[in-house]
């Protein structure tokens, strides 16, 4: 039986459990508040934590209505609800959420009211790497045609409910969904009418009990979709080419390496769309701002759902020649007489170092990484290391000890790493001290942040502050 939940939502007990600092929550509870919910917002970080979010909350009427319940849950929120919204935050093993369901609360999550409350065509997009570029390509290349086009979900920049009542029946609203997002949606059997995985790389295994636990979750975003719906894979990804089998929906597959029997593929430097046996070249890469392989895969994904949607191929030209990328995702923050300084922040996992080491090409580089580990691999991330840079300073953090083992293992020159810095500033001032003789500093953590910021987002936003104060 699929699982349904109550839309009307006035005088529902409403529960949401996590308000964070990024925004999302802070736009589902203003957007209940107004439908006339009853609200109770918990969440394990105290008020002085949470002020930012506090302090909006204040200013909306009715927010003296709220119960807060801040600095811990309690078991009793968990069991007298309407509706319980949990947070991407929250781990699905929670033992508030286990209470819940056994008083019978129906658990949502943001996408999961999303979906339920817009029912026409939305784009949905995932993967381990690439999902807030490829997002925001397809949503850069759609806004030339589709004027009330917008993008929003994991992006930090635009929750969800921040955009829900702004929208049109064919918006086609370009929507980034993590597997925490997923994870709740196939509770509910939701998938998007087109959906794009970018790849599947091992990552989160901090929070899921295995690879597999956490590729399913990816999975959901196609699980449920329908024979006239439409799914983009990534050929080139083992877990991606594979993943066909798993909807009904029509398949069509990206590739930089093979030509594809339906989808797009990069072919001497020039993309081309194949379809009902006809093959069109789209667009050449001579005019493409950003840098890296693995760019070329996010732009080959936004390339074949524009084409699917029935965009001209100058509109996809224009789209795609004229995006700069995303910020805090191997973006040039900084340029001197001998310098480029590139705030990766985002970057999480060693697969995402990896990549921005190599669209660095052959440069000279600082890299400047290190952080909390999500129990992942550092030996490839290493040998790239050992091959590709000169110089390596890593804030403190479990990650950056893996990292130190596997170099010290395959013997990258000690006298090249710097490490244990538990100060971002410090860290940048000795990189900046590294690099007298270098072309890039790179700031490409390869770990999770939460040993010393917020998020990534706090950590990225922290840089770019830094290298305006130092770097001249």
């Known amino acids: 039986m699929v699982k349904s939940f109550n839309t009307n939502f006035k005088k529902q007990r409403i529960l949401v459990m996590g308000l964070g600092l990024n925004g999302g929550a802070f736009q589902v509870v203003k957007w209940l508040l107004a439908k006339g919910a009853i609200l109770t917002v918990t969440d394990i970080k105290d008020a002085k934590v949470l002020k930012p979010t506090l302090d909006q909350l204040k200013k909306l009427s009715g927010a003296k209505n709220i119960k807060f319940v801040l600095g811990e849950h309690r078991a009793e929120d968990f069991k007298d609800q309407d509706l319980l919204i949990q947070n991407p935050g929250v781990p699905a093993n929670s033992v508030y959420l286990q209470i819940a369901k056994k008083n019978k ?29 490829t997002s925001s390509i397809i949503h850069h290349i759609l806004k030339q045609k589709i004027k009330s086009n917008v993008i929003a979900g994991n992006i930090a920049t635009t929750p969800m409910f921040a955009v829900l009542d702004k929208l049109k029946k064919d918006s086609l609203p370009v929507l980034e969904l993590s597997s925490w997002h997923l994870e709740n949606l196939g509770d509910y059997q939701m998938s998007p009418q087109i959906s794009v995985i970018t790849n599947v790389l091992i990552d989160h295994l901090n929070r899921y009990k295995n690879f ?39 398949v069509y597959y990206f590739s930089l390496k093979n030509k594809v029997n339906r989808g797009v593929y990069l072919k001497n430097n020039a993309f081309y769309f194949v379809d009902n046996n006809k093959e069109t070249l789209v667009m050449t890469t001579s005019n493409i701002k950003l840098l890296g392989q693995h760019n070329l895969s996010n732009i080959a994904a936004s390339i074949c759902v524009a084409k699917i949607v029935g965009l001209e191929n100058s509109l996809i030209n224009k789209g795609v020649n004229s995006f700069k990328g995303v910020a805090y995702r191997l973006q040039l923050i900084k340029k001197t007489r001998n310098l ?84 971002l500033e410090k860290a940048l001032l000795e990189a900046q001290k590294q690099s007298a003789n270098q072309e890039v500093i790179l700031f490409s953590p390869a770990a999770a942040s939460f040993n010393m910021f917020t998020n990534e987002f706090q950590r990225a936003k922290m840089f770019d502050q830094l290298v305006k104060k130092h770097v001249k």
């Not at 784009?123 to 790497?129: D, E, L």
């Not at 894979?233 to 080419?241: A, E, S």
């Open 212 to 250: 597999n636990a956490y590729k399913q979750a990816k999975i959901n975003i196609i699980k449920y979709q329908t024979k006239n719906d439409l799914a983009i894979l990534n050929l080139d990804n083992i877990h991606t080419k594979t993943a066909a089998k798993y909807t009904k929906a029509k």
């Open 105 to 133: 609360i129906p658990i949502v999550n943001e996408a999961v009211m999303f979906f339920a409350l817009y029912p026409y065509s939305k784009i949905g997009v995932t993967g381990t790497r690439g999902k807030s570029t």
């Open 340 to 423: 480029q300084v590139f705030n990766d922040a985002t970057s999480t996992t060693p697969d995402a170092a990896q990549a921005a080491i190599l669209a660095m090409q052959d440069k000279k580089i600082v890299l400047l990484a290190g952080g909390q580990d999500k129990n992942l691999d550092y030996k490839d991330l290493a040998k790239t290391i050992k091959n590709k840079v000169a110089k390596t300073v890593l804030l403190a953090g479990t990650g950056s000890a893996k990292l130190i083992a596997e170099l010290k293992k395959i013997k990258y020159p000690s006298a090249n790493l710097f490490t244990d810095f538990d100060d």
